[in-house]
């Protein structure tokens, strides 16, 4: 196999990371819409926690996103 | 289709002598386009606080409700997050929120250098965040700055290993602070250019005829795929500024109270 070909395998497996951020922003969304729904003047407040805890999380799938591009380009 | 890291190339505009640091090596100097992408921003913010405090009353203008918004904003942050002292605090987390926004939001315009998408200034900004924690925390508590590695109401047996993970974790805050920023501007741009090359590339097609005419609604779609991806851009600019700033406030209330709320 000569090296591009395994960088395009590289890069195309190194962003199966993202399916851990996925899931892990749809469960922060998810358990975030569900205790709205139950309290939603308290809602509000939460706000501020919700985008901080959704950023955490994605940092890490961009952080696969990137590592895929330096395989490719790098 | 064209190459969607050229967009990140560093091209030197005035090429000034080289410094050599004793230690360090030949440091190569010169005014590029990210420095100048840079200087903007900063240009920027002073502009738009400059003209927000010029003529202030008391009943505020539509421009003077903007800055002060801006301004209360990071202030509620930093006195909810730091406590009585985060107006200490609060110069240094509001010129971190409002540089890493312009330069930003600059980026989003055409033909613009995104300073924020190299890993250079990011890690600056970040290393500088780190080092301000770690000197406000070994100024105000000495060696028992490291009691924030050691959560209260442990058993003993746990200590040694939780000791590590949470030093590890906390040395690791830098990194992961100038990664975060930098792959969400780096993937942003790039993801972008990809889908504009495709309005070019799918377009193209269409000179062929036939089939190719396949390519002009496709082209169309392209160009919704890039107007949708700028406005998420926006989204992610702002969102990813505003979560530089709560992290260094996060950190410096670390380094302020060191593992118990003082």
């Known amino acids: 196999m000569d090296a591009e070909a395994a960088k395009l395998i590289g890069a195309g497996l190194a962003t199966m990371g993202m399916i851990g951020a996925g899931i892990g922003v749809g469960t922060i969304f998810g358990n975030f819409l569900s205790g709205a729904l139950r309290n939603p003047s308290a809602a509000g407040g939460q706000f501020t926690n919700l985008m901080l805890g959704t950023a955490l999380v994605e940092a890490l799938g961009i952080l696969a996103f990137v590592l895929s591009l330096v395989i490719l380009f790098g | 289709m064209a190459d969607p890291m050229h967009q990140f190339q560093i091209q030197k505009v005035v090429d000034l002598p080289d410094v050599t640091i004793p230690g360090v090596g030949v440091i190569d100097m010169a005014i590029t386009n990210s420095t100048i992408a840079m200087f903007i921003a900063a240009g920027v913010v002073i502009l738009f606080f400059g003209l927000v405090t010029m003529n202030p009353k008391v009943v505020p203008g539509r ?44 980026g989003l315009l055409p033909a613009q250098f995104t300073a924020t998408s190299q890993l250079a200034v990011t890690l600056t900004l970040a ?62 741009h790039v993801a972008l250019k990809v889908f504009a090359g495709f309005i070019i590339s799918l377009g193209a097609l269409a000179a062929g005829g036939g089939f190719g005419l396949l390519g002009i609604p496709a082209a169309a779609l392209s160009f919704g795929g890039v107007l949708a991806l700028t406005a998420l851009e926006l989204l992610v600019a702002c969102l990813q500024a505003f979560v530089f700033a709560i992290l260094t406030t996060i950190y410096i209330n670390d380094a302020v109270t060191a593992g118990h709320g003082h």
């Open chain 2, 127 to 188: 290393v500088m965040v780190f080092s301000l924690v770690l000197i406000v925390g070994f100024w105000r508590h000495g060696l028992g700055f490291f009691k924030l590695f050691v959560p209260s109401g442990l058993p003993i047996a746990m200590v040694p290993i939780l000791f590590v993970i949470e030093l590890f974790s906390f040395l690791l805050r830098p990194v992961t602070l100038s990664l975060r920023l930098f792959g969400n501007m780096l993937g942003g």
């Open chain 2, 63 to 106: 421009l003077q409700v903007a800055g002060e918004g801006i301004f209360s904003f990071i202030d509620d942050l930093a006195t909810s997050v730091i406590g009585h002292e985060g107006r200490k605090f609060f110069p240094f987390i509001f010129t971190v929120f409002t540089f890493v926004l312009a330069m930003n939001l600059l």
